[in-house]
C-alpha cells in the first residue's frame, strides 16, 4: 500500500507539470517508454534496483539511457534514486497513465478477441463501449485469446463486458441450473 502511495504522489506532480505544460500526451509516450526498458531490460532493471551501486552511476546510466525524454522526465527518475525508489517506476508510470486518462476523459481497453480486429472493428467497439462508459474516447488494445470459441471479452478498468461465446454459454447454463433447483424446490 505504502508504494502504491508513493507512486500516486509522483505521479500526480507528473500530471501537473505535464498539464501546466500542456505536454500529458508526450509524457505519457515517454513514460512507457520508460516502463518498457525498465519492464524488458533484465539487466538495467537489476542494474537500476540494485542496492550495491552507487547512485551516482545509477544516474548517469539513466542520464544516458533517456537523453531524449523530457527533463522533467528523466529528473523524476533522478529524484527516484536519490530517495531510493527506483522499484516504484512501472507503478509510477500505471498511476501516470491512469490519471492522465482521468484528466482527458478517456479509458483503455483490452478486447480479448480469436484474431486481430481490423481498424474498423476497433472504431467501432471504442465508440460503442465510450458511449456506455460516459468517456469521450476509448483506447483499444487487442489481445488474441485462442481459448475464446467466438465474440469478444472487454476489459475497462475493473469491469469486464462479456460477450464470447463461452460468456453466452455460461449464462445459459446459470439459468438453466437455476431453473432446474427452483424445479426441484416445487416438488
Known sequence: ???????????????????????????????????????????FSIFLRSPNIESA????????????LSKEIVNTILLLIDSRRENTVVEIVDMYIELANKERNIADATVYSIRQ????????????????????????????????????????????YDGSLQGKITQIRRELIKKSAGASLEK
Open 57 to 68: 552511476k545509477k544516474k548517469a546510466m539513466v542520464q544516458n539511457a533517456f537523453a531524449s
Open 117 to 160: 480486429l481490423t481498424e474498423e472493428e476497433k472504431y467501432a467497439i471504442a465508440e460503442t463501449f465510450a458511449k456506455i462508459c460516459g468517456k469521450a474516447a476509448i483506447r483499444i488494445h487487442n489481445v488474441i485469446d485462442d481459448n475464446l470459441l467466438g465474440g469478444i471479452k472487454v476489459r475497462i478498468d475493473n469491469r469486464i
Open 1 to 43: 500500500m505504502k508504494q502504491e502511495l508513493v507512486a500516486k504522489r509522483y505521479a500526480d506532480a507528473l500530471v501537473q507539470i505535464a498539464r501546466e505544460k500542456q505536454s500529458i500526451n508526450i509524457f505519457e509516450e515517454e513514460l512507457k517508454v520508460v516502463k518498457e526498458v525498465v519492464s524488458h531490460n533484465k539487466e
